[in-house]
């Protein structure tokens, strides 16, 4: 081995500094690298690199001394490193736990003394079960390299005589990519080994044969012509007390109150229990609670809150044994008044989601339904005025404007030459609230729009002029980035740090108050960003009338989509 180990090192020479060793091969993050950067490094190397990171790294050595006869930590690629972690302790652990045989032959050679006849029986069934059962540290290494393909690195680093480092080299960075590409099954299939190979580990359990052991002997120490009263009683004492721990946990589990059991049935299995063979009972296991896990504290809940448990966990059960049930509640008064109510805010989102959504309201109906959402929900908390929103163009363009059959509207530039401005012809009440949802669309690289108000004059209406005085939000759309542009008036980041968007369609809410100088967009449906009409501008909101909504276009097929239009009495 160290003659092969030599040989490796006199081949494997850094490209970089000719007269260093090859120390280290990168196994991590090799997807993000350079194509012509090397996955080798030798010491001159690593003192180069100012961003080096050792965890990226295996030593050569640790591949060709222990990758035919251990786990190797940090290969191959997988999601969960800690898996490799895990899977490498159980091969300590397997190394310090060999002779799983010879310890159960052991033990009852040491028993067979007391009471050989009796257990011979029971030694050849442990003795068979061993072998079937229990952890083995070779297979689990087999099972690892057939996984991993650690053979096949470390055939790589071993079988190189004649070649140069670069040929080598590109051999690994084909290895490594292909590995990288099975990232996701070899995570799957090293962590199906770790959980098999822990519930192996985990299933010798040599304290409990020993508990019984001492059980046995302590009986046999306890034979005395001498005080043998007090020696029994001490012992009654002892046993009794710890049946009675027993006793009270198996009640205290068993008295929990979803189950709902009577008094006569708990008195009863009471004095079942006590009645038990002592011997049984202490030989029950202490651990009683998976790991990690403890009993829901069911006694802290009221009648009633029990009562929506159970009724919940009915609906739960009901709803997969009849197919019937769920479009009943489909159909049922609460749950189309509960969609009804938002509606609106379902639509925001895509077919998948609000799938997702209408499932999650059917399965948790139970408590939905308890609430009056007929008091919660009338006409006058929301008006939809979007019938009423109806689009001009100041002068003959290249916008197209139509009107959809659910009276949003659609708005879209044919042309990248010039923007082209329309308005609505609904002027604003300044002591209502309005909130009102677009969808902008964007493909050309020149594209703009400009959504905000525009202030109408009486004698310019009928002439379709409106003054712009930079109450809008302006968007650019660069590098597949939906962004803000730098000289919109609605520009105040009250929530967030940036505004744009890596896509070409963006949802915005316009929210406007103008008796409290409120002009407000945010992102939808996240509502994640939020920007307001720039301070020194807010003036304009008291002092301007006839403010009306506009909209302009600027790039072929651009599109603004006026989806909603309502007055609220807040801002939710």
Known sequence: MDQLIQDKDKILKCTKHKKKQIELIQVIDTQNQNQNQSFFYCTGCIFEDKSFDNSNYLQLDDIVDEGHKSVIKRWPPINDYKIIEKLSDLCLWGDANVGIQEKIVDFFDKLRREIHCKLEIMQKKMVDQSLEN?????????????????????????????????????????????????????????????????????????????????KIMSQIDEITFFNQHLAQNNSLEANNSSCQQIVDQILTLVSNKTNF????????????????????????????????????????????????????????????????????????????????????????????????????????????????????????????????????????????????????????????????????????DANKKYVFRFQVKMKSPISFAFIGLTRLHPQELAHNHPVLDNLSLILTYENSFIKKHANSGIDNQLKGSNFQFKSNELLLELRVDLSNKILQILDLPNKETMLALSQNLESLLLLEKNLVIYVSLRGEQSECNLLEAKQVHQFL
């Open 261 to 428: 059991c009577s008094d006569t049935f708990l008195l009863s299995l009471k004095e079942q229990l006590q009645q038990a063979n002592p011997l049984l009972l202490t030989s029950i296991s202490r651990q009683i609670f998976q790991d990690n896990k403890s009993p829901i504290d069911f006694y802290r809940l009221n009648e009633e809150q029990l009562e929506q448990i159970r009724e919940y966990v009915h609906h739960s059960v009901k709803l997969i044994e009849d197919k019937n049930y769920e479009n009943q509640i489909k159909d049922s008064t609460q749950m189309k008044n509960f969609t009804s109510l938002i509606a609106s805010e379902l639509d925001l989102f895509d077919d998948d989601s609000r799938l997702q959504l209408n499932k999650f309201f059917i399965e948790v109906f139970p408590f939905l339904k308890k609430v009056n959402l007929n008091s919660k929900y009338s006409s006058n908390n929301i008006q939809n005025f979007l019938p009423l929103i109806n689009f001009k163009q100041l002068y003959p363009s290249n916008l197209v404007i139509q009107k959809n059959r659910d009276n949003s509207s659609t708005i879209t530039s044919q042309t990248n030459e010039s923007a082209y401005y329309c308005f609505s012809d609904l002027i604003l």
């Open 134 to 214: 229990t952890f083995s540290k070779q297979k689990l290494v087999e099972q690892y390299q057939d996984i991993s393909n650690i053979i096949d690195l470390r055939n790589l680093l071993l079988n190189q005589e004649g070649q140069s480092t670069e040929k080598v080299q590109e051999r690994y960075k084909a290895l490594v990519r292909e590995m990288e590409q099975k990232k996701d099954q070899s995570t799957s299939h090293l962590q199906s080994l770790l959980n098999l190979s822990e519930i192996l580990v985990a299933n010798i359990n040599f304290e409990h044969a020993a508990q019984m052991r001492q």
